[in-house]
């Protein structure tokens, strides 16, 4: 097998083998942009809309009903954090230099050389079992939120051959806040979540898509990262995918980020597949990318837009050679692993056979003419449910405050200005880079690794000079174009972290994974500093660690975040009070309970639960609903306290069944 070795430049090799102190200061600058108050922001550890709208539920989460979550990452996110940094730097050294580092380089080693169809069986097989593993152990099957609840409700309906239905006659009693009002109901959401969910909702596997999606990224990130630098580079990148908990959380979900960034992540491989493989082979790979661009559109549109920047600028890469100083390179041969037919790293890297950009701009006009045609589908959709080709469902759901731009936004009367704008681009960038540290956020799927040092610590050492390549600039305009794109949304996401930027991680996998190796030493001179296969495996170690650790913290009642617990505990107390009650058919009226009611508004919507009608308390008007079913009645009263809930059923009067009567 030919052997793979690093190429380090002579300014690099001035600078000695591995610098420890370089992950501590990346840090240091970390801590002072992120941790650094703005004049004119507000501070960040006074919360956001979010705890003034839920209040206490949120704030004191019990971990073993001693300490909050918020604490215990209070006190890593300071000093302690520096200090971990530090110590996991010198231990990374110790390894390289150390008698007792042999297994790192061996398990290293078994990452590098297992043959490609094994490592992609491998992967594909790993990310589809831990998501199932975390879907069943950790989160539930059972969907919680409102926007799972949307898309399922969307993908009935398409599994029933309809874009909307007709709401039923008393429909003020069954609103919900995802769903559109009026004469007819359909999800808000674009119609490619749901359309990739119907059919597995109708075989009755719907949790199956998550985890499958996961693997399709993990995937692609791998394969680009082949293409892009070397078989080395793509395959702890990929790993790095399977191991973090931010990516394994939406792989658990009903939610759309993992199709989204599945066809993402897909279309940029496609679009450098198709400048590397030239004419013939490269129409069909454009082609491909734009499909998996259109469904992006369809999945997430301002998602799609966001990552254009950052796909065309892959493309003219792809053509010019990426050029990694520093990077991976061959003697004599292709990488181990590079899958054939692929150029050899040294050669495409290092501007070997560069495509014209002539040929570019026609393989990008190939993935834009492939993608508007399957996008164009958006107004059709549009004009069926909303009733105009440019009106949005989110329009329909939530009125004007889900436009994009300034002024008087959403549901939480919030004036969206700029300074709040980039607030929320820096809430978004520390919960994505914070892991345990994130002081701001108690929710602990912030952080794209559950590390004890800041994640962009890594990709900071290709700042060092000679080492930044176009591919990683490249790369970077993944999450800073779709940062930027959200810059013009009020919306904070309050679940699961900074679910808008998750469709980025696939190129920071690649960046983390770039860093990393940036700083092993040359071939021949092992003792300059950690060779690739100990710093491969010590990262995936320390990553499998924090995620094992992660799971152990979000295990149980506290799963991911305030606003799922909350909704999980809720769903469990409706059941323990109607079986209490002995309620088993009839018109149960849900009282105080808010947007809780989506809770039992899923199970007749999604479940096709008949036996029991779950209604919105409206008073005296419940008996007029009474009336038309002739059913029995009962209010279940909510006590208002997402974090012991219970609810109080009572039976409605008998005489109150009956039309006319008194």
Same mark, same amino acid.
């Given at each position: 097998?030919?052997?793979?070795?690093?190429?380090?430049? +002579?300014?690099?090799?001035?600078?000695?083998?591995?610098?420890?102190?370089?992950?501590?200061?990346?840090?240091?600058?970390?801590? $002072?942009?992120?941790?650094?108050?703005?004049?004119?922001?507000?501070?960040?550890?006074?919360?956001?809309?979010?705890?003034?709208?839920?209040?206490?539920?949120?704030?004191?989460?019990?971990?073993?009903? $001693?300490?909050?979550?918020?604490?215990?990452?209070?006190?890593?996110?300071?000093?302690?954090?520096?200090?971990?940094?530090?110590?996991?730097?010198?231990?990374?050294?110790?390894?390289?230099?150390?008698?007792?580092?042999?297994?790192?380089?061996?398990?290293?080693?078994?990452?590098?050389?297992?043959?490609?169809?094994?490592?992609?069986?491998?992967?594909?097989?790993?990310?589809?079992?831990?998501?199932?593993?975390?879907?069943?152990?950790?989160?539930?099957?059972?969907?919680?939120?409102?926007?799972?609840?949307?898309?399922?409700?969307?993908?009935?309906?398409?599994?029933?051959?309809?874009?909307?239905?007709?709401? +039923?006659?008393?429909?003020?009693?069954?609103?919900?806040?995802?769903?559109?009002?009026?004469?007819?109901?359909?999800?808000?959401?674009?119609?490619?979540?749901?359309?990739?969910?119907?059919?597995?909702?109708?075989?009755?596997? +719907?949790?199956?898509?998550?985890?499958?999606?996961?693997?399709?990224?993990?995937?692609?990130?791998?394969?680009?990262?082949?293409?892009?630098?070397?078989?080395?580079?793509?395959?702890?990148?990929?790993?790095?995918?399977?191991?973090?908990?931010?990516?394994?959380?939406?792989?658990?979900?009903?939610?759309?980020?993992?199709?989204?960034?599945?066809?993402?992540?897909?279309?940029?491989?496609?679009?450098?597949?198709?400048?590397?493989?030239?004419?013939?082979?490269?129409?069909?790979?454009?082609?491909?990318?734009?499909?998996?661009?259109?469904?992006?559109?369809?999945?997430?549109?301002?998602?799609?837009?966001?990552?254009?920047?950052?796909?065309?600028?892959?493309?003219?890469?792809?053509?010019?050679?990426?050029?990694?100083?520093?990077?991976?390179?061959?003697?004599?041969?292709?990488?181990?692993?590079?899958?054939?037919?692929?150029?050899?790293?040294?050669?495409?890297?290092?501007?070997?056979?560069?495509?014209?950009?002539?040929?570019?701009?026609?393989?990008?006009?190939?993935?834009?003419?492939?993608?508007?045609?399957?996008?164009?589908?958006?107004?059709?959709?549009?004009?069926?449910?909303?009733?105009?080709?440019?009106?949005?469902?989110?329009?329909?759901?939530?009125?004007?405050?889900?436009?994009?731009?300034?002024?008087?936004?959403?549901?939480?009367?919030?004036?969206?200005?700029?300074?709040?704008?980039?607030?929320?681009?820096?809430?978004?960038?520390?919960?994505?880079?914070?892991?345990?540290?994130?002081?701001?956020?108690?929710?602990?799927?912030?952080?794209?690794?559950?590390?004890?040092?800041?994640?962009?610590?890594?990709?900071?050492?290709?700042?060092?000079?000679?080492?930044?390549?176009?591919?990683?600039?490249?790369?970077?305009?993944?999450?800073?174009?779709?940062?930027?794109?959200?810059?013009?949304?009020?919306?904070?996401?309050?679940?699961?972290?900074?679910?808008? &930027?998750?469709?980025?991680? #696939?190129?920071?996998?690649?960046?983390?994974?770039?860093?990393?190796?940036?700083?092993?030493?040359?071939?021949?001179?092992?003792?300059?500093?950690?060779?690739?296969?100990?710093?491969?495996?010590?990262? $995936?170690?320390?990553?499998?660690?924090?995620?094992?650790?992660?799971?152990?913290?979000?295990?149980?009642?506290?799963?991911?975040?305030?606003?799922?617990?909350?909704?999980?505990?809720?769903?469990?107390?409706?059941?323990?009070?109607?079986?209490?009650?002995?309620?088993?058919?009839?018109?149960?009226?849900?009282?105080?309970?808010?947007? #809780?009611?989506?809770?039992?508004?899923?199970?007749?919507?999604?479940?096709?639960?008949?036996?029991?009608?779950?209604?919105?308390?409206?008073?005296?008007?419940?008996?007029? $609903? &009474?009336?038309?079913?002739?059913?029995?009645?009962?209010?279940?009263?909510?006590?208002?306290?997402?974090?012991?809930?219970?609810?109080?059923?009572?039976?409605?009067?008998?005489?109150?069944?009956?039309?006319?009567?008194?």
């Amino acid at each position: 097998m030919t052997s793979i070795h690093l190429e380090t430049p +002579p300014a690099a090799r001035k600078q000695g083998g591995f610098v420890w102190w370089l992950p501590p200061a990346a840090a240091l600058i970390v801590v $002072l942009w992120f941790e650094a108050e703005v004049p004119g922001l507000p501070r960040l550890e006074q919360g956001t809309e979010l705890w003034r709208a839920l209040g206490d539920s949120g704030k004191g989460q019990g971990l073993s009903g $001693l300490l909050s979550i918020r604490a215990v990452v209070d006190v890593a996110s300071r000093l302690g954090w520096l200090i971990a940094t530090a110590c996991v730097a010198l231990a990374v050294a110790a390894i390289a230099r150390g008698r007792w580092g042999e297994w790192a380089r061996r398990a290293g080693r078994w990452v590098e050389e297992l043959p490609d169809r094994a490592f992609g069986t491998w992967l594909l097989l790993a990310s589809v079992a831990l998501a199932l593993v975390w879907f069943f152990g950790v989160r539930g099957t059972t969907p919680r939120l409102g926007d799972e609840i949307a898309y399922l409700f969307q993908a009935r309906l398409f599994g029933g051959g309809k874009l909307w239905m007709a709401a +039923p006659p008393d429909g003020e009693f069954f609103t919900v806040r995802l769903v559109t009002r009026g004469k007819q109901w359909f999800s808000q959401y674009p119609p490619g979540h749901s359309l990739l969910l119907a059919p597995l909702l109708m075989a009755g596997v +719907p949790w199956l898509l998550g985890p499958l999606a996961g693997a399709a990224g993990a995937h692609a990130t791998w394969r680009l990262g082949t293409r892009l630098y070397g078989s080395r580079t793509g395959r702890l990148a990929g790993c790095l995918a399977l191991l973090s908990p931010f990516f394994l959380f939406q792989s658990a979900s009903y939610f759309s980020h993992s199709t989204c960034l599945a066809a993402c992540a897909l279309a940029a491989l496609g679009v450098v597949a198709a400048v590397q493989n030239g004419a013939r082979r490269g129409v069909v790979c454009a082609a491909l990318a734009g499909l998996a661009l259109a469904m992006a559109a369809l999945i997430r549109p301002l998602t799609a837009v966001g990552v254009l920047p950052g796909i065309v600028a892959l493309g003219f890469v792809a053509a010019r050679g990426a050029r990694p100083r520093g990077g991976e390179a061959t003697s004599g041969g292709p990488p181990a692993g590079a899958p054939h037919g692929i150029a050899p790293a040294a050669s495409r890297d290092t501007g070997g056979a560069p495509g014209p950009f002539a040929g570019v701009v026609g393989m990008l006009a190939v993935v834009a003419l492939a993608a508007a045609v399957v996008a164009s589908v958006l107004p059709f959709y549009n004009k069926a449910t909303t009733g105009r080709p440019w009106v949005w469902g989110y329009e329909m759901a939530q009125t004007s405050s889900h436009a994009l731009g300034f002024g008087q936004r959403g549901d939480l009367d919030v004036d969206y200005t700029p300074a709040r704008a980039l607030f929320n681009a820096r809430v978004r960038a520390r919960w994505l880079d914070g892991g345990i540290r994130s002081g701001a956020d108690p929710i602990p799927g912030g952080g794209l690794f559950f590390w004890p040092f800041p994640m962009i610590a890594l990709p900071l050492l290709l700042l060092r000079p000679g080492r930044a390549s176009r591919a990683d600039l490249a790369l970077v305009l993944f999450p800073v174009a779709l940062a930027a794109g959200y810059l013009f949304y009020y919306y904070l996401e309050i679940c699961w972290g900074p679910r808008y &930027l998750y469709e980025s991680s #696939f190129a920071l996998f690649l960046l983390v994974a770039r860093g990393a190796l940036s700083v092993a030493s040359p071939a021949g001179k092992p003792g300059r500093g950690p060779g690739p296969a100990s710093i491969m495996a010590t990262l $995936l170690a320390i990553s499998l660690a924090g995620g094992l650790a992660h799971a152990g913290l979000v295990t149980g009642e506290r799963a991911y975040d305030p606003v799922t617990w909350a909704t999980s505990r809720v769903d469990r107390a409706l059941d323990a009070a109607l079986k209490g009650a002995g309620v088993d058919d009839g018109v149960v009226f849900l009282k105080d309970a808010g947007a #809780f009611y989506e809770v039992a508004w899923r199970r007749m919507f999604v479940d096709g639960e008949k036996r029991i009608l779950f209604a919105r308390d409206r008073g005296d008007e419940n008996h007029a $609903l &009474l009336a038309k079913t002739g059913r029995r009645g009962w209010v279940a009263t909510f006590n208002n306290n997402p974090r012991t809930p219970r609810f109080s059923v009572d039976r409605l009067p008998d005489f109150i069944v009956v039309a006319g009567a008194p």
